[in-house]
């Protein structure tokens, strides 16, 4: 980077309570130690830029010292400085930007305007997701995203945050999501003076030889403050006396600890003790004290103290050390003999910390340890130990204790944003945004960061252990709607630990699916003469869509056929496609009609797919046989002439009877119901054919009367009956001659033969008739399916359909006729 904008404390300031809606320029006078302006620049890769430090300056000397800066600075490095400062800014997000405070802060108070520091306009913070996240997840800051203040969330206590570490640093990261940008960032915690010196023993107990000469030094145990910095202890003295002073001594991690240092030689018959008053002072301001009496207890002559081996003891120890296990021995040795060489060991100073974690035995030496050790919190332990004789001399050593790392924290993984459901089709999408951490060190805290192979996401390492779990491309919901993904993070430390974290991710869905039928054609039989509404059958289509996508709804489409009234005859329910016939329909009249069913969903757009349907009208016995030859046409009955020499079997005529329906319903039988002679005339069942059933007599009427009955096969069995008469001749040359006795009798036969002869015409000329005025009719339909036009028919009952006999009939040979009823 370029180069950064710090602040430099230059002296100390009576703190004074702070306010929110205070400026800038008065936190700063109040809050902060006075600045002074520098025009400096300074950056690792261009050594000679300056850097710049602001600072308050009340009144007019504010105001000189702007203008000093401005004509001394500015118009000297003008293009230079707008430069470098133009590059700083772009690179800010890299160097982590520093802001402090005052411990015991209240709640709620003003930090830094991270909108401006951040060159962001305020409503950027709230567009761009902003968020403050902290390294140890505790919301101590918060970030308003109106007006783009940090603001404290809470009091803040820097002995509870850092204890006696010096600075005391809380990192934190502002994470801007979209786009993804991180900016590091430290909030240094300052110290107060809110904790006064103390000492662990409110009366030590000193003892001195009576022949120890000035100069001598004899330790004290130092005072505890909490406080760190100037804050803490800066000086011992003790009340005037005439034996002793107090110097005090810094240690090499900066603390003080005060010596006894003798004056004047002790005179144990002239004064056998003495009580002198220790005081602690601070460097606070006001100062802190802190006080403990001293006795000076005066011994006899015991000239060798005890002497430890090595005055420091070094020792590394795992963190996962089981509770007993032994960390030291320390030992000390003493020349003397009898009680003044007996030696017992002690912890000198002993912090709460170190008295709750270590033991030491007070006859071996032994260091043991009572609590379990973790290196993330307390890293390393000095000790200072002393040995003491019975004769009151004591001698001091000191244990450095360096905790080893152990891999026994497992990866922590926070979810900083979820996208739930996303939207199948769309390209590559970001999921979701996390981060990772491992409180352990070195190899220890190395992480590798992965998901299972089963499902098409991917993960994307990004800044600052922040990584997006993105789709590799477009998904199908209608292959998979939900997916469960398993992020796992382990570390490298042994054993290795790790961490497992499951998003459930819902596919949303898109209308990319028609309705598809459960079949491309549907055929539905009706029975003919059906009630309204009747329901004749349902075609069904599925969507494999979801929700409104995948409702469907059946409309029938218009027919190919023009002249097919297709509204008046289905109609389909929209919500579930049942088909319902709208009237009654008559096979005679319509065999069966096709038509589109149509189905789309309620998507945006709609889709949509059709079907075919045919239905097919199912024949019903509501037809009787009529019958063609005899005609029934309320004319003169038709006479068939049968010469008396007809042996039996001979054909005396045919009944053709046909019928309009189909099938079964069409298989005509037939049945002599009534003769004048029951045993002469036989009418065979199939064809209809009328045969003499043995040869004829003299003693056989002339004339007979036969009724034939027709019945279909249909259930039930519909029938028609049709009279024929029969004329029994000698001869068709000479049909009848009366002998001479008889001429009355012959006159009236030639008469009857002449009837016959024109009956039998009349049948011909009837039977012509039929032929043509079915023809006639047939042409008149075909005309009027082809121009929509009207024919007219004479009155009359004929079957209304063309029914094929097909030899099953009543004739011998295969014959076709077409019936129409016109009424």
Known sequence: MLGTTYFRPLSAEKKKPVSRAQTSQSLENVTHPPFRTVCQLRDRSVPSVPEVVLHPVPGKARAEGEMEARGECFPKQRQVLILILLLGVAGAGWEPRRYSVLEETESGSFVANLAEDLGLGVGELSARGAQVVSEDNQPRLQLELQTGELILSEKLDREELCGPTEPCVMHFQVLLKKPLEVFRAELLVRDINDHSPEFSEREMILKILETSPPGTVFPLKKAQDWDVGNNNVQSYNVGLNSYFHVSTRTRGDGSKYPELVLDKELDREEQAELRLTLTALDGGSPPRSGTSLIRVLVLDVNDNAPEFAQTLYEVQVPENSAVGSLVARVSARDLDAGTN????????????????????????????????????????????????????????????????????????????????????????????????????????????????????????????????????????????????????????????????????????????????????????????????????????????????NAQVTYSLLPPRDPHLPLASLVSINADNGQLFALRSLDFEALRAFEFRVGAADRGSPALRSEALVRVAVLDDNDNPPFVLYPPQNGSAPCTELLPRAAEAGYLVSKVVAVDGDSGQNAWLSFQLLKATEPGLFSVWPHNGEVRTARPLGERDAARHRLVVLVRDSGEPALSASVTLHVLLVDGFSQPYLPPPEAAPAQAQADSLTVYLVVALAAVSSLFLFSVLLFVAVRLCRRDRAASGGRCSVPEGRFPGHLVDVSGAGTLSQSYQYEVIQVN
């Open 341 to 548: 060489g007996e030696i017992s060991y002690s912890l000198f100073y002993s912090p709460q910390e170190i008295s709750k974690t270590f033991e030491l035995s007070r006859l071996s030496g032994e260091i043991r340890l009572i609590k379990k050790l973790d290196f993330e919190t307390i890293s390393s332990y000095e000790l200072d130990i002393q040995a003491s004789d019975g004769g009151g001399l004591s001698g001091k050593c000191s244990v450095s204790v360096k905790v080893l790392d152990v891999n026994d924290n497992a990866p922590e993984l926070t979810i900083s944003s979820l996208t739930s459901p996303i939207p199948e089709n769309s390209p590559e999408t970001e999921v979701a945004l996390f981060r990772i951490r491992d409180r352990d060190s070195g190899e220890n805290g190395k992480m590798v960061c992965s998901i299972q192979d089963d499902v098409p996401f991917t993960l994307k390492p990004s800044v600052e252990n922040f990584y997006r779990l993105v789709t590799e491309g477009a998904l199908d919901r209608e292959i998979r709607a939900q997916y469960n993904i398993t992020i796992t993070v382990t570390d490298m430390g042994t054993p290795r630990l790790k961490t497992e974290h499951t998003i459930t991710v819902l596919v949303s869905d898109v209308n990319d699916n028609a309705p598809a039928f459960s079949q491309p054609s549907y055929t539905l039989f009706v029975p003919e003469n059906n009630s309204p509404a009747l329901h004749i059958g349902s075609v069904s289509a599925t969507d494999r869509d979801s929700g409104a």
